[in-house]
């Protein structure tokens, strides 16, 4: 290979990841986490901490429950089955203002837990891998970094040649330069599968994003045209409702779901929409349970809210299967545990490769740009502290936020408590840049004392507060709160740990400069 060609591809890989390395880490970290987001809604949510029934309850039974306590006439009702990820039932109630309500039924009694007193991963932490800010707007930005996120996996390829001697070569007692460059190759190649894969799927899922002015232009009188060709696509119908009140109880459930499992060879029902449930035009959309496949497609089936009629199948390409599959190893639906805890180890590497070629980077130019009086560095690295250790500080301060916090739906100066963590994450977030900035190098050490004191006191309120400590939750069998508690452990050994590194580091360093300026000092007397 031409060596212009690996130079000028160690001048993008190394730009690209100094410019986007934050906002890389930040969609690599929030994805990591989303890999167990239901577990993480369990810890965040105690009234869901419930047990699995011994058999799936009644559809129909559902329904009653939710229409005895929504009463009046919504417009759409969604709710989807317990899993042993999250074993409550999740309600969506949609009304006719656009409002939307978020309710929990206990799947053995149908009875209606305490309101949803968090946003949780499912829509905080889970949104912000995607959208990187809580606007929807954010996708666009996630899906250029995506892009550039590939050119980097290709580039760093490219200038790291001696892949499989750089796999074999971990030295973590050299100094910090050498030692976090063989742990950010170690990491790169470890995991490089899984980096290529998840990025490329993540860019197609956003392709109809890419697209979207096309597709407004084919559709120029559909409201959305992103599900217009969804529903051609799945041989579906657009629901519009007909304005005559249904004037009874809608269709049974049950025999609708039985004619699903018929369809589907015997797979159970996942989720279930029913749109207009008071308008004789309205209908029932059944989906499918992904759980035991890579896909994400669900197979929607369609039925008359009023007589219970299968009105349309789902019908699909062989090119929309394989957008499916892609979005589905993305997605990761499936609850094939090994897969899931790889997916995790894996993007665990990609974090860690993040940050240690943000160390590397540096470490190697720190000496070189002070003796040429250039600020460079100390800026770079108070961008790199806010989007790695700030990212996890105020992610730990979320998890303690949400366990110090009183139970229950309440404001505080008229901001609702499910909106008081995001902004708390918000402002730790912003307050670690600023610190950051004023400490330079010293604030990796702060702040790992901070994310190891903050998920160390979140384990601990959570014990005291619901009582669901290690010997209780294993006897209870919540296992998602148990490994919950433990990882959350480990990770604050693990940050205690690599702050005390940096900051040993550091202090050589100090102590080497403080040596050499005495040798020039001492050096400079001449004898008389």
Known sequence: MHPDFRSAMNWLHTWAGVILGSIMFVMFFMGTLSVFKAEIDQWMLPQTRLSMPAQPPSLDDIYDAIR??????????RFVMPSHGFPA????????????????????????????????????LYPMHYRLTPLPNGRWFSAVVAMFMLTMMVSGVVIHHKIFIEFFTFRPSKKLPRSSLDLHNLTSVLAMPFHIVITLTGV??????????????????????????????????????????????????DPMAQTARTLWQGERVADIYIEYPDDKGGVVWLYKSVADQVSSYNMPLQFSVGEGALISTYQTSLGYDVQNVLAGMHLIFFEHWTLRWLYFLAGTAGCIMIATGYIYWLETRRKEHAR??????????????????????????????????????????????????????????LCALLHGWVRGPKAWFDQAVLISFLLFGAVCLNWLITGDHPLRALKDGKTAILVMDVLLLCFAAIALAAGMRLRANLQAAGAHATKAAKNVKIGSVRPQ
């Open 68 to 77: 005895t306590r929504v009463g009046e006439a919504p417009q759409a009702i």
């Open 89 to 124: 039932i999740s309600v969506y109630v949609f009304a006719q203002d656009g409002t939307r309500s978020d309710l929990f039924f206990d799947p053995n009694t149908l009875e209606e837990t305490a309101p949803m007193d968090s946003l949780s991963a499912r829509f905080f």
């Open 204 to 253: 197609i899922i956003l392709v109809g994003l890419y697209f979207e002015p096309s597709l407004s232009a084919a559709y120029p009188t559909a409201e959305a045209p992103r599900q217009q060709l969804r529903y051609e696509i799945e041989g579906m119908q657009d629901v519009e409702p007909i304005g005559t009140a249904l004037g009874r109880r809608i269709a049974r459930l």
């Open 372 to 429: 040429q009086g250039r600020r460079s560095v100390r800026f770079v690295e108070g961008f790199a502290i806010w989007g790695i250790m700030g990212l996890m500080a105020a992610t730990a301060a979320f998890f303690f936020i949400n366990r110090a916090l009183p139970p229950g739906l309440w404001t505080w100066q008229s901001i609702p408590k499910p909106f008081l963590e995001p902004i708390l994450f918000m402002l730790v977030w």
